[in-house]
Structures are given as C-alpha cells and as structure tokens.
C-alpha cells in the first residue's frame, strides 16, 4: 500500500497577512511613512506627519488593521482603519463599521463634510496636505489642528479602551 503525502507548501511559516505583524515604518524629515500592504495597498505607504503618527499606529493596532479599498465610482483607493477601534470611534454597532484614516485624523464624523487631498494623493495624510471642504457649497477650509485634535482626543478615548480591553482578551502586550 503506497500512501501519498501532502507537499509541503514552499512558504510554510512565512507570515502572509498584514494582520499579524505591525506595520513598517520609516521616517524622514518629520513625516512617517507606514508601509501598506493587501490587495490595493502593496507598493504604497501612508505619509503622516509626525504629530500624528502615534495615534494612527496605536487606533491601527500598529498598522494590522489599515487597509486600502477602492471607493466612489472611479474607484480611488482609501485607506481606512477597521475593527474594534473604528466601530467604537463611530459610535456604531456594526462590527465591521470601518473608518477612513483622513477622517479618524480629524475627529469628522458629520456626512456633510468631506476631506480633499490638495496635491490629489490619497495616501499623502500630511497636516499640510489637507482640506475639509462642505459639500453643499463646495467650499474648502483650512483645519484647525487644535480643534481636530481635541475632537479626536474625545471620540478615542473609549475606543481606546476597547481596544485595549480586546488585546487583554487575546493575550497582547497593550503599549
């Protein structure tokens, strides 16, 4: 009785999925660039300005839950952070609530406000790089930062919690 075994897969224990290692990160002239990967994301990366990066890495898990996907009609690419933190941060009860990075940066939860890249990149999140533009008057303003971030200190803070509470269940080290 000849019995035939498996092959064994030439990438067995090779991590696959960006979930389970944290992001990569480089950082050069006060801008952070995190490394995206996944179906839309491999190649890009997430430009940040350094006053923003902490919050990002740590509402992002270290990177495991920022994904790109295609949005609108002509499919542009969005980053977006899922899981426990944007469900909690959008005060949602969908567990597969999701929210773009732009907007989690801002503390923008209001539908009728919309972020615009100025230099047009999706992935450039840079303070300088961006707008909030009304989208009944399609007029453009410059962020307030002190606003946005007190606005985002607000909507975090139990989504923080939740996340932390998650990573006690699973057993992860909590920064």
Same mark, same amino acid.
């Given at each position: ?10 990438? @067995? ?7 389970k ?18 179906? +839309? ?6 430009? /940040? ?6 919050? *990002?890495? @740590? ?8 994904y790109?996907v ?7 690419? @969005?980053? *977006? ?11 949602s009860?969908?567990p597969? +609530?999701?929210?773009?990075v ?14 615009r ?11 300088d790089? /961006? ?6 008057? @399609? ?8 606003k946005?971030?007190? !606005?985002?200190?607000? /909507? ?10 998650? +990573?006690? !269940? ?6």
């Amino acid at each position: 009785m000849n019995i035939q075994r498996r092959k064994v897969r030439a990438d @067995k224990g090779e991590v696959r999925s960006s979930r389970k290692t944290p992001a990569r990160c480089t950082q050069h002239d006060g801008i952070i660039d995190i490394a995206l990967c996944g179906a +839309h994301g491999t190649g890009n990366s997430l430009r /940040l300005s350094n006053e923003d990066s902490a919050f *990002i890495l @740590k509402a992002s898990d270290d990177g495991r839950s920022l994904y790109v996907v295609p949005f609108g009609p002509r499919h542009t690419p @969005k980053v *977006i952070i899922s899981g426990v933190f944007a469900q909690v941060f959008a005060g949602s009860g969908n567990p597969k +609530h999701n929210i773009s990075v732009a907007r989690a940066l801002l503390g923008e939860m209001l539908i009728g406000h919309t972020v615009r890249f100025l230099d047009g990149d999706p992935f450039n999140l840079c303070r300088d790089n /961006l707008a909030l533009e009304l989208r009944a008057t @399609k007029q453009q303003f410059p962020i307030d930062w002190q606003k946005a971030e007190a !606005r985002r200190t607000e /909507l975090s803070e139990p989504a923080f919690a939740a996340l932390t509470e998650k +990573h006690a !269940r699973i057993g992860r080290a909590v920064r």
